[in-house]
């Protein structure tokens, strides 16, 4: 060791000479173990890489800078290399690190095709490096790794290099490198789309930080958006996933946006998804799509809704909710008659929430057609014409709280106390003073639907007014599985909180029974 060091300070030879020597040496005191019957001790390999940590151990650091800015640092272990550039890292001498990884990948276009395997190999190794140093290193090695991957002919050496281009995009995912991303993948749809899986996989996995930088703006979009477009169906059952989550209008449009900018592919991997994914994941897609393409939805959503479940079809009407689209309205009329009865209140709900008037015709159809229509549909539809201020719905509301019969009024009083309540919506005037002769009391119309709150913060609004007890309400939920006992909290006219002690199984229905002291 203390010749070749010698021999190369004075340079009567090159690096990669004594690289060969060390080499040689090493295979040379493996041979002489095995003649001399020894049962335990290194391998060649293990001599070699002892000498050669030996070696590079006695280089001075100014002979390693000359060395490793060299042609034949292609020769240089990559353990030797990392030693020498982590102590540079975050220092004002990174640039030589730059440098050094910059030359060092120059290996790749080496005319010897074992030096080019050697650091491709080596390369990956030291690919954590890379990405800390500078993103413009990344790209122009990625760059290169594709330049010598075109027309690869020999297998061993296009192995390395997806190698190496798989563990320089794993980094770069790790550190938010969104440059070298789209290089990669650009790389991989130019060359060989079946190495997608190795290439992105562990990119994949990143996704959800990835749309929490789109999202936030904490990346520059371009990049970025090109990185997500390479995987579209990650993408959108990420979006569908994050969607089902979102509480806040802002964050509803801010990731319908997002949407947006990532363009048609997605898309189109949200139609497939509501279209050929599994029942449950096909409904999740529904909400987007309202927002992003509601007249594909308009064309497919009624005939497929009458083949849901009921639990399917709730959720249909809540995502559709969760959009918040202008045209919720007149979609969610037409599915009216395909719906589970049980459903359809609270579709007729978000009707009157949303304000869409081409839906108006439908719900003075159910308000009017009392034989027809089921009484509590009748009463739902009074109260979204009573939200939407729909002025054409006075005549009716004026008839069910003034006819009479012989003994009494001639509709039930639940229906004419919600015909008061949207007529006082609708002609605040007109309202009181049929209230005076209506023989309702102001008690029996003050628990009223609230109105549409377009400006709201939250994508579901309150549409009744909760009211919470003094003290907990005892209750019996009964179903045909089980009944137990629990304790109300705060309550609605569209649902409300209770406390269950211990655990049950009741089954998706149940009945509420409230238990009142007379007053």
Request: include cysteine; hydrophobic fraction near 45%; charge should be neutral.
């Amino acid at each position: 060791i203390r010749v070749a060091l010698e021999r190369y300070e004075r340079g009567a030879t090159r690096f990669n000479v004594v690289q060969e020597t060390l080499h040689r040496m090493g295979k040379e005191l493996e041979l002489l173990r095995r003649a001399l019957n020894a049962s335990e001790g290194p391998g060649a390999t293990e001599y070699r890489e002892m000498l050669d940590r030996q070696f590079w151990a006695g280089i001075p650091d100014r002979v390693k800078h000359q060395v490793l800015l060299s042609p034949d640092s292609w020769c240089i272990p990559a353990r030797n290399i990392r030693s020498f550039l982590e102590p540079l890292l975050d220092t004002p001498e990174q640039k030589l690190a730059v440098d050094v990884l910059r030359n060092y990948s120059q290996g790749l276009a080496h005319a010897d095709l074992e030096g080019q395997k050697k650091v491709a190999a080596g390369a990956a190794e030291l690919a954590d490096l890379y990405t800390r140093t500078a993103e413009e290193l990344v790209n122009s090695t990625l760059d290169l790794v594709s330049n010598r991957l075109h027309g690869q002919s020999n297998a061993a050496l296009r192995d390395l290099l997806w190698q190496l281009m798989a563990r320089l995009t794993q980094e770069s995912a790790a550190r938010h490198l969104y440059s070298p991303l789209a290089i990669a993948f650009a790389a991989v749809r130019e060359l060989d789309t079946s190495a997608t899986p190795r290439v992105c996989a562990a990119v994949t996995d990143r996704f959800p930080e990835f749309f929490d930088d789109l999202l936030s703006c904490r990346a520059k979009p371009g990049n970025l958006v090109e990185v997500l477009r390479a995987e579209p169906e990650a993408v959108a059952r990420e979006v569908v996933a994050r969607f089902s989550r979102c509480a806040r209008v802002g964050e509803r449009d801010q990731l319908c946006a997002a949407v947006q900018l990532l363009g048609t592919e997605v898309l189109d991997r949200l139609r497939t998804l509501y279209m050929q994914g599994e029942e449950n994941s096909g409904v999740q897609s529904v909400g987007l799509l309202s927002f992003l393409d509601l007249p594909f939805l308009a064309g497919t959503l009624p005939e497929r809704v009458g083949h849901y479940a009921r639990a399917q079809q709730d959720a249909v009407v809540q995502q559709i909710a969760r959009a918040g689209a202008p045209g919720r309205g007149r979609l969610l009329a037409t599915l009216l008659g395909r719906l589970d009865r049980l459903v359809v209140p609270a579709a007729i709900d978000e009707i009157g929430i949303s304000g869409d008037s081409s839906a108006i015709p439908v719900l003075l159809v159910a308000a009017r057609n009392g034989h027809s229509t089921p009484s509590y549909l009748q009463l739902k539809a009074i109260e979204a014409l009573g939200r939407m201020r729909e002025t054409t719905a006075v005549n009716p509301l004026c008839e069910f709280i003034t006819a009479k019969r012989w003994f009494g009024w001639e509709y039930p009083k639940e229906l004419r106390i919600v015909a008061l309540q949207a007529l006082l919506s609708i002609a605040p005037d007109l309202g009181r003073k049929l209230a005076m002769s209506s023989g309702l009391e102001e008690n029996d119309v003050r628990v009223a639907p609230l109105a549409a709150t377009p400006s709201a913060d939250w994508v579901r609004g309150r549409r009744y007014r909760r009211i919470t007890p003094g003290k907990s309400l005892l209750a019996q939920v009964i179903s045909p599985e089980e009944r137990c006992t629990v304790a109300v909290e705060s309550i609605s006219l569209g649902g409300g909180a209770a406390v269950l002690s211990g655990r049950t199984d009741l089954g998706p229905e149940a009945t509420l029974q409230l238990q009142l002291s007379f007053r």
